[in-house]
């Protein structure tokens, strides 16, 4: 995987809006794009990443949705969320190219009682695939056992 990657993530939008921000954001930036949750949109970009909730409509395990999954997408990257030991150890024995791990701090944009802090570099260190520290992430935080950071931007109405 490159050192930055692009993950798009749009709950409301269409299918159409969808791929049309997809290909612009392609047009413009010269890295991987990544799209959150929306497995019919990877023809148009470098992968997929898929929270626990939404892995497990594609199988009745971690297991059999992951091998779902990519048996779908191809080699395309395929990354999920995890925020806990058994989430990681499970994601260790599955075909995902990378773990999402957090949250690391609250955050505005997702509501989560499971909040990592330091904790997420020790459980990092459980996995074996590249992590991707998740939620809260600032762009000078350092955290060790993290591939990583993953930066949110977003725009909220008020």
């Given at each position: 995987m490159e050192t930055a990657i692009v993950e798009y993530r749009n709950k409301t939008g269409n299918f159409e809006e969808k791929k049309d921000d997809i290909l612009t954001i392609k047009e413009y930036l010269n890295v991987p794009v990544i799209v959150n949750d929306d497995i019919s949109l990877v023809p148009f970009c470098e992968g997929v990443h898929l929270g626990q909730e939404d892995?497990?409509?594609?199988?009745?395990?971690?297991?059999?949705?992951?091998?779902?999954?990519?048996?779908?997408i191809g080699s395309k990257i395929f990354g999920i969320s995890t925020h806990n030991e058994k989430e990681i150890l499970e994601a260790n024995k599955t075909s995902v190219d990378y773990i999402g791990l957090?949250?690391?701090?609250?955050?505005?944009?997702?509501?989560?009682?499971?909040?990592?802090?330091?904790?997420?570099?020790?459980?990092?260190?459980?996995?074996?695939?590249?992590?991707?520290?998740?939620?809260?992430?600032?762009?000078?935080?350092?955290?060790?056992?993290?591939?990583?950071?993953?930066?949110?931007?977003?725009?909220?109405?008020?």
């Amino acid at each position: 995987m490159e050192t930055a990657i692009v993950e798009y993530r749009n709950k409301t939008g269409n299918f159409e809006e969808k791929k049309d921000d997809i290909l612009t954001i392609k047009e413009y930036l010269n890295v991987p794009v990544i799209v959150n949750d929306d497995i019919s949109l990877v023809p148009f970009c470098e992968g997929v990443h898929l929270g626990q909730e939404d892995l497990l409509k594609y199988g009745e395990n971690i297991y059999t949705a992951v091998n779902h999954v990519r048996e779908m997408i191809g080699s395309k990257i395929f990354g999920i969320s995890t925020h806990n030991e058994k989430e990681i150890l499970e994601a260790n024995k599955t075909s995902v190219d990378y773990i999402g791990l957090g949250a690391y701090r609250k955050t505005a944009s997702k509501n989560t009682d499971n909040i990592l802090g330091g904790k997420l570099s020790q459980l990092a260190a459980l996995s074996k695939k590249p992590v991707a520290a998740i939620g809260g992430v600032k762009i000078d935080d350092d955290i060790a056992n993290a591939a990583y950071l993953v930066v949110g931007s977003g725009l909220y109405e008020n």
